[in-house]
């Protein structure tokens, strides 16, 4: 049992299944976009044309907060640690809800990276 987590009169658990999930401000469309603003393409990566989709696990706590941010799915350390921080920036989310009262849920996203190549090809 987890002391550090906030209790709202029985301990919280944190969830996979609950009726309404955290929802980022905006939904799905506002997220992606918030990780397309603010998750930079490592220039190395780039040059390397490593890409793929990083995946991120963490906490959505009953204030919304994210907790506990880790790289679940690896690509590279380059792309895992500029999607790791990107998740760290995120906003409060709205906390989801299960049985009517807010929990704490766990989240998995991709974070995706590709190479665009700025040459033209016949």
């Known amino acids: 049992e987890r002391e550090d987590l906030p209790i709202e009169a029985a301990p919280?658990?944190?969830?996979?299944?609950?009726?309404?999930?955290?929802?980022?401000?905006?939904?799905?469309?506002?997220?992606?976009?918030?990780?397309?603003?603010?998750v930079p393409y490592p220039q190395g990566c780039i040059d390397r044309r490593i890409q793929g989709d990083v995946e991120v696990a963490f906490y959505v706590d009953a204030n919304g907060g994210v907790l506990e941010p880790k790289v679940t799915k690896s690509v590279h350390p380059e792309l895992d640690a500029a999607a790791l921080q990107g998740v760290k920036g995120m906003p409060k989310w709205t906390p989801g809800k299960r049985n009517g009262k807010v929990t704490i849920v766990r989240i998995r996203i991709p974070v995706h990276f590709e190479y665009q190549s700025s040459e033209f090809k016949l």
């Open 12 to 38: 919280l658990t944190p969830t996979e299944i609950v009726e309404e999930m955290p929802q980022f401000p905006g939904g799905w469309y506002a997220l992606k976009r918030y990780l397309d603003e603010h």
